[in-house]
């Protein structure tokens, strides 16, 4: 089962379907739904019908697939979630060797360098298994927040282009860093 140690200034716990209400907290904020859904909030019913059931999906403890709550070691103030599941899990042909990295915070944690921190140990503790031939990245082009937390973890931008998902259309910018 992967642990994720704590880091510098961060704590973490995979979340599981009794989170919901830290879930829609966060997306409570139109900016930080901005690249999501237009800013469009989420509901506690679209958290419970639609957003639990696809963690749920994915979300597999022994190999530490889910969403990893992200808090503030001391306060344990909850400020966001990393993700790491499968690259494309919902298509036809998911690269289960591929894992994908996403993150959502609260805006009031924004610039502190939160989100490359806990992407990084994330990422880093997933990375001694060598079955893992890169983690990768994907938001939406203007989404220049992000983007940036990929490169700060030495992603390098490979392509753009239409992402097509139940949820959401979009033009996307597709980051990734091979796990030597």
């Given at each position: 089962m992967i642990k994720i140690e704590n880091s510098a200034r961060l704590t973490y716990r995979l979340m599981d379907?009794?989170?919901?209400?830290?879930?829609?907290?966060?997306?409570?904020?139109?900016?930080?739904?901005?690249?999501?859904?237009?800013?469009?909030?989420?509901?506690?019913?679209?958290?419970?019908?639609?957003?639990?059931?696809?963690?749920?999906?994915?979300?597999?403890?022994?190999?530490?697939?889910?969403?990893?709550?992200?808090?503030?070691?001391?306060?344990?103030?909850?400020?966001?979630?990393?993700?790491?599941?499968?690259?494309?899990?919902?298509?036809?042909?998911?690269?289960?060797?591929?894992?994908?990295?996403?993150?959502?915070?609260?805006?009031?944690?924004?610039?502190?360098?939160?989100?490359?921190?806990?992407?990084?140990?994330?990422?880093?503790?997933?990375?001694?298994?060598?079955?893992?031939?890169?983690?990768?990245?994907?938001?939406?082009?203007?989404?220049?927040?992000?983007?940036?937390?990929?490169?700060?973890?030495?992603?390098?931008?490979?392509?753009?282009?239409?992402?097509?998902?139940?949820?959401?259309?979009?033009?996307?910018?597709?980051?990734?860093?091979?796990?030597?």
């Amino acid at each position: 089962m992967i642990k994720i140690e704590n880091s510098a200034r961060l704590t973490y716990r995979l979340m599981d379907k009794n989170d919901g209400e830290l879930l829609f907290q966060l997306d409570q904020d139109p900016e930080v739904m901005k690249y999501i859904s237009n800013g469009e909030v989420s509901s506690r019913e679209k958290i419970n019908d639609v957003f639990i059931p696809r963690m749920q999906a994915y979300r597999d403890a022994e190999k530490g697939f889910g969403l990893w709550q992200v808090s503030l070691k001391g306060s344990n103030e909850y400020i966001g979630w990393v993700l790491v599941r499968p690259m494309y899990f919902f298509s036809d042909n998911p690269e289960f060797d591929n894992l994908e990295l996403g993150w959502r915070f609260f805006q009031s944690s924004w610039g502190k360098g939160y989100a490359s921190e806990a992407a990084q140990q994330i990422k880093d503790a997933f990375a001694g298994n060598k079955n893992y031939r890169a983690f990768s990245a994907i938001a939406d082009e203007e989404n220049l927040g992000s983007i940036g937390v990929m490169k700060n973890i030495g992603m390098t931008y490979l392509k753009t282009y239409r992402h097509i998902d139940p949820l959401f259309e979009c033009d996307v910018a597709y980051y990734q860093i091979a796990n030597n």
